[in-house]
């Protein structure tokens, strides 16, 4: 479980999972690895849908997955 620092999101995505995105890094942040695990499993399969549905690009969906590990 990390979240790469490095990796910058463009603000243009989805409103619900930038929301998404802000918990998980308060979770990160306060070492609650529990609760990040738990959101973490969710806004992996959102990001997954976002993708399918044609709401983020593969670019987007590579940069997310590169941030936050997945994949």
Do not use: H
Request: proline letters at 1%; hydrophobic letters at 40%.
């Amino acid at each position: 479980m990390y979240i790469d620092e490095n990796v910058i999101l463009g603000n243009n995505l989805p409103d619900r999972l930038q929301c998404d995105f802000k918990e998980l890094q308060e979770y990160y942040n306060a070492g609650d690895w529990f609760m990040f695990d738990t959101v973490f499993e969710a806004v992996e399969a959102s990001v997954k849908a976002y993708y399918l549905a044609g709401k983020i690009s593969k670019e987007e969906l590579n940069c997310i997955f590169k941030k936050f590990g997945i994949g």
